[in-house]
């Protein structure tokens, strides 16, 4: 008799529905789409991955010019984080509509991201203080 299997061995990894919003609060709502993306795509979904990252970016083009108009005394770190939890929010009901039973697939690791991440955070920000 074959011994059962279970379904989380044939599902592929995917990232947490924490992981996307820790992405989308801590760098920006297109890191997060990345990490939706890449859970669309390992479920066979490429073309609502290619979506998915195209809405993150117009969402983060357009929080950016919003948040422009707002007058020099605002707590801009308030909004910031705002508009992070809601883009990984939104991020994550949208993968729920392809991605039925999350729970089913096991946890990918977020160290690649992460690193990938913090390298063109630091390379950014090691320019904005080069620049001044």
Same mark, same amino acid.
């Given at each position: 008799?074959?011994?059962?299997?279970?379904?989380?061995?044939?599902?592929?990894? *995917?990232?947490?529905?924490?992981?996307?919003?820790?992405?989308?609060?801590?760098?920006?709502?297109?890191?997060?789409?990345?990490?939706?993306?890449?859970?669309?795509?390992?479920?066979?979904?490429?073309?609502?991955?290619?979506?998915?990252?195209?809405?993150?970016?117009?969402?983060?083009?357009?929080?950016?010019?919003?948040?422009?108009?707002?007058?020099?005394?605002?707590?801009?770190?308030?909004?910031?984080?705002?508009?992070?939890?809601?883009?990984?929010?939104? *991020?994550?009901?949208?993968?729920?509509?392809?991605?039925?039973?999350?729970?089913?697939?096991?946890?990918?690791?977020?160290?690649?991201?992460?690193?990938?991440?913090?390298?063109?955070?630091?390379?950014? *920000?090691?320019?904005?203080?080069?620049?001044?």
């Amino acid at each position: 008799m074959p011994a059962p299997t279970s379904d989380s061995a044939s599902n592929p990894p *995917l990232y947490s529905q924490r992981s996307v919003r820790f992405f989308s609060l801590l760098f920006s709502a297109v890191a997060g789409g990345v990490l939706t993306a890449g859970n669309l795509q390992a479920v066979g979904r490429p073309e609502q991955g290619r979506k998915v990252i195209w809405a993150s970016v117009v969402y983060t083009a357009a929080m950016a010019v919003l948040v422009s108009f707002l007058p020099a005394s605002s707590p801009y770190g308030a909004y910031a984080a705002g508009i992070g939890l809601a883009g990984g929010y939104g *991020l994550n009901t949208y993968a729920d509509s392809f991605i039925p039973n999350k729970q089913d697939y096991p946890a990918r690791s977020i160290w690649r991201p992460l690193l990938l991440c913090l390298l063109v955070f630091g390379s950014l *920000l090691a320019l904005l203080i080069y620049a001044l």
